[in-house]
């Protein structure tokens, strides 16, 4: 096909997220970027400190954001305005995604370093749980049941909260969104 449009954004990227005409992206060069789907303009950069390597979630008016920043992060879908961050345990590396009117996210590491932009190596170790607010409800770690191998994504399905290993699949129960 014709290509339409670009816009160098001057570093690797999250995979993308489309809303009412906007396009969402994270990157490397730190920042969250919302790109008009029709003409490729920016229409904001808003700054993190850290690397994006998940995808951004749009929901309700708002663009959900987890970086390597241990950092998950809430901005205004049309302003790129920060309307909050709150701490997560190591580098977010899945989601954040929707579960029952809660955030999931997959985050981790061996170590809790904060490297230059992109290098901090991740193997994720734990699940969060975040009210829509920010608030954190619950940690749930991966101890004692990787054997099937490095968890790599998860979602929310029905009864269950599904997670994505190297060779099995998962299921952890619902519980793990309580406090």
């Known amino acids: 096909g014709t290509e339409l449009w670009t816009v160098d954004l001057g570093g690797a990227l999250s995979d993308v997220a489309i809303a009412n005409e906007t396009v969402y992206v994270g990157c490397a060069t730190e920042s969250v970027v919302a790109?008009?789907?029709e003409t490729g303009q920016r229409q904001w950069s808003s700054g993190i400190d850290n690397t994006v390597f998940a995808r951004p979630l749009v929901a309700d008016g708002r663009v959900f954001v987890g970086g390597v920043d241990y950092y998950l992060s809430a901005f205004d879908a049309a302003s790129g305005k920060l309307l909050w961050r709150t701490e997560t345990p190591n580098a977010i590396t899945t989601g954040p995604t929707i579960v029952e009117e809660k955030l999931i996210t997959l985050s981790g590491g061996g170590r809790r370093l904060r490297?230059?932009?992109g290098s901090v190596p991740?193997?994720?170790?734990?699940?969060?749980?975040?009210?829509?607010?920010?608030t954190r409800i619950n940690d749930?770690?991966?101890?004692?049941?990787?054997?099937?191998?490095?968890?790599?994504?998860?979602?929310?399905i029905d009864d269950g909260i599904y997670v994505g290993q190297e060779w099995q699949i998962a299921r952890i129960g619902m519980e793990v969104l309580d406090v």
């Open 35 to 37: 790109i008009d789907l």
């Open 115 to 117: 490297g230059r932009s």
């Open 122 to 134: 991740y193997a994720p170790t734990v699940l969060s749980v975040h009210d829509l607010d920010g």
């Open 140 to 156: 749930y770690r991966f101890e004692g049941y990787r054997d099937g191998g490095q968890p790599n994504w998860a979602v929310g």
